[in-house]
């Protein structure tokens, strides 16, 4: 939305659970909102996630608001389950979502905040971060890392094992 096409109550940034269980009641309190994601699909952050990862909980417990995930027969929900799950629920629901959206800066402007991706931007009367941290991983500096040899992995780039084996 570009400056003089009508403010926003609420802009979103982030397209995962969080942004999603924002969007709902948001929804429900009649406001207007646009939700900017990065990614290019639907399923937040699970779409970076490793292959093998699992819910440690059952499907009802990890559903967001409106719409119960739907259960699974054996285990936990599986990475792909749980981004079937979020994007039916962005279907379902029909969020304005706009993506890819890289958001580079938040500023405040006389009429509230204005939201800026590259020349786009968009004005608002709030913001709300849902970007988590997987996009911008922290690996602490910690005394004697220049001695370690091995390979060192944050979690959020870890994808499967295969490129482990025999190490």
């Known amino acids: 939305m570009q400056a003089g096409t009508g403010d926003l109550d609420v802009i979103i940034i982030g397209g995962g659970q969080s942004a999603l269980a924002t969007a ?67 279907s379902r629901y029909g969020f304005t979502i706009e993506r890819p959206v890289h958001v580079t800066s938040v500023e405040q402007v006389p009429a509230g905040l204005r939201v800026h991706a590259g020349s786009r931007y968009w004005d608002a009367k709030a913001v709300v971060s849902a970007t988590g941290t997987w996009s911008n991983p922290y690996v602490p500096d910690y005394p004697g890392t220049e001695c370690f040899s091995g390979q060192q992995l944050h979690s959020a780039h870890y994808v499967e094992p295969q490129p482990f084996a025999g190490k």
């Open 24 to 90: 709902y009641f948001l929804r429900r309190a009649k406001l207007s909102f646009v939700i900017l994601d990065a990614g290019e699909k639907p399923g937040g952050a699970w779409r970076q996630a490793w292959k093998s990862l699992r819910l440690f909980s059952p499907a009802q417990w990890s559903s967001i608001p409106g719409w119960m995930m739907p259960p699974v027969h054996h285990g936990y929900p599986s990475r792909d389950h749980v981004i079937e799950y979020l994007t039916q629920y962005e």
